[in-house]
């Protein structure tokens, strides 16, 4: 499992401490497949992205390196 702070900061990490990860404040990090169109604006938010107008495979493409 992977994740996540901010797009930015990834861990793989086992499943006895994802506990501990989640509560700092991490989430899980998924597919390209399974990320919806509204995670993806929130992660372009997040990182500064005008995702303004932008269809989903434009707005993967500019985010691909935070997820």
Same mark, same amino acid.
């Given at each position: 499992?992977?994740?996540t ?19 700092? &404040? ?6 390209a %497949?399974? /990320? ?16 303004? &107008? ?6 993967? %493409?500019? /985010?691909?390196?935070?997820?």
């Open positions: 499992m992977k994740l702070m901010n797009g930015i900061i990834v861990i793989e990490e086992n499943p006895i401490c994802i506990d501990v990860y989640l509560r700092s &404040g991490f989430v899980e990090v998924k597919d %497949e399974e /990320i919806t169109y509204a995670d993806m604006k929130r992660i372009a938010k997040e990182n500064g992205i005008n995702s303004h &107008g932008m269809n989903k495979d434009a707005l993967l %493409e500019a /985010i691909k390196e935070f997820i």
